[in-house]
């Protein structure tokens, strides 16, 4: 083979990479290529004097592409997953198209595969098999539910105080049915410009549909509606119904549930009478706070790491009340106080001890004494009271205690 003819070859092979790896949004991979389309441009130039100014015009345009791909502009992970090649005909978008270029730069969207699975999840049983019902076994025995007419799927709002595992739960629902996950901070793809958010809510969906399995997972719902104070305007209006008439699309897909959508939210008075009323998220699971047996796990999960021989199940007790996050930052804390007594007063310490434990607790108040009875007055006497009963029914105690 002529060198010349070697060189096309390897153009070629770059630029069908470069879209390839484009289409499955590993924008670093597709930049990386789009860089060597443009040297071998630039080398058939010289080899091709007949065409010498076209190829040098190509090498340009390649690398402005690959710019336009940088690093840090785009925030697409895919963790190397490759998506199926699926992509909606009427919004033709590469990165040689200049508008696509432009708006892939601004996307927040997150793909992960991740490994979390509900037994790293302490406590919240009876939860995780109503998800597993809902969505992991639709997704595992798509022809058992096929076979008994049973539909699966539906949207499921998880609703409760913060940092007792909403997230953690979405993240291993995706785990578990070996799905991508998508999750997207409501708050940031909140745009002030009329259609942008609702043209970001539509991108979502269609990177979803470029899977096999996705679970998508809306954080701070409450947020799609704004504050309840400011009324309802127009705007925030047709980002609902953006979001409903997506996850109307999704259903058309057909009998085998390939799409999740999962919503979550702390302020669950705030989350849009639309949303739940309309019956996409025919779900609604409470979160609750760790029970006894939980907080054992969690504080074995936030010592494994650490020297440590305090018996776990007296922990749990001193903790009752505490959310799972703050009992894994305890464990933090309390590793600390030997950890800088040894380094800077050179103390013997060796392991973390009751009593450090007892003094993290004693500065550390639980923020669910604020939220519980914040909740449970937000709540009460709403039309959404019932919906919402298992709430308020946890939150007895802390309002007797605040
Ligand atoms: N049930 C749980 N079991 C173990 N760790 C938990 C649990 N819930 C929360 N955590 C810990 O707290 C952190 C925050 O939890 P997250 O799922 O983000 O809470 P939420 O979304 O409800 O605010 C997690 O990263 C994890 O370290
Ligand atoms: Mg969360």
């Avoid at 991979?29 to 091709?48: D, G, N």
Wanted: proline fraction near 4%; include cysteine; aromatic fraction near 8%.
């Amino acid at each position: 083979m002529e060198l010349k003819d070697e060189v096309r070859s390897s153009f070629k092979r770059s630029h069908n990479l470069a879209r390839k790896y484009y289409d499955c949004g590993d924008l670093s991979k597709a930049r990386m290529e789009y860089l060597k389309c443009a040297r071998f441009a630039e080398h058939l130039s010289e080899l091709t004097p007949s065409k010498r100014k076209e190829f040098h015009e190509r090498a340009e345009k390649f690398r402005e592409i690959a710019e336009g791909l940088k690093a840090g502009d785009i925030k697409v992970y895919t963790n190397g997953i490759v998506p199926k090649e699926e992509r909606k005909s009427s919004e033709p978008r590469t990165a040689e198209d200049p508008r696509g270029r432009k708006d892939r730069a601004k996307e927040l969207i997150l793909v992960e595969k991740p490994s979390l699975r509900f037994k790293d999840i302490a406590g919240l049983d009876s939860v995780k098999e109503r998800i597993k019902e809902a969505i992991v076994y639709p997704f595992r025995y798509p022809d058992e539910y096929r076979y008994f007419g049973v539909r699966g799927g539906g949207g499921i709002l998880l609703y409760g105080p913060p940092g007792c595992g909403k997230t953690m739960l979405a993240a291993a629902a995706a785990g578990e049915c070996n799905a991508v996950f998508i999750n997207i901070k409501i708050s940031d793809i909140k745009d002030k410009y009329v259609g942008e958010s609702e043209k970001k809510i539509k991108d979502v969906f269609n990177l979803a549909r470029g899977y096999e399995r996705a679970i998508i997972f809306f954080d701070e719902i409450d947020a799609l509606a704004g504050e309840r104070s400011g009324s309802q305007e127009g705007h925030e209006r047709s980002l609902v119904n953006e979001l409903l008439s997506q996850m109307d699309g999704l259903e058309a897909k057909g009998t085998e549930k390939r799409y999740l959508v999962l919503a979550a939210t702390n302020r669950p008075w705030d989350v849009d009478i639309a949303l739940r009323r309309a019956g996409r998220f025919d779900t609604t699971v409470f979160i609750p706070h760790p029970d006894r047996t939980a907080r054992r796990k969690i504080f074995e999960i936030g010592l494994a790491d650490k020297p440590c021989r305090v018996n776990v199940a007296e922990l749990a007790a001193m903790t009752d009340g505490y959310a799972s996050a703050e009992i894994i930052d305890i464990c933090e804390k309390a590793a600390k106080i030997p950890l800088r007594e040894r380094i800077k007063e050179g103390k013997p310490r060796r392991e973390i001890v009751l009593a450090d434990f007892e003094r993290v607790i004693a500065e550390r108040k639980t923020v669910l004494l604020g939220w519980y009875p914040k909740a449970v007055r937000e709540l009460t006497g709403t039309e959404e009271a019932e919906m919402f009963q298992e709430l308020i029914e946890a939150g007895e105690g802390y309002v007797s205690r605040g």
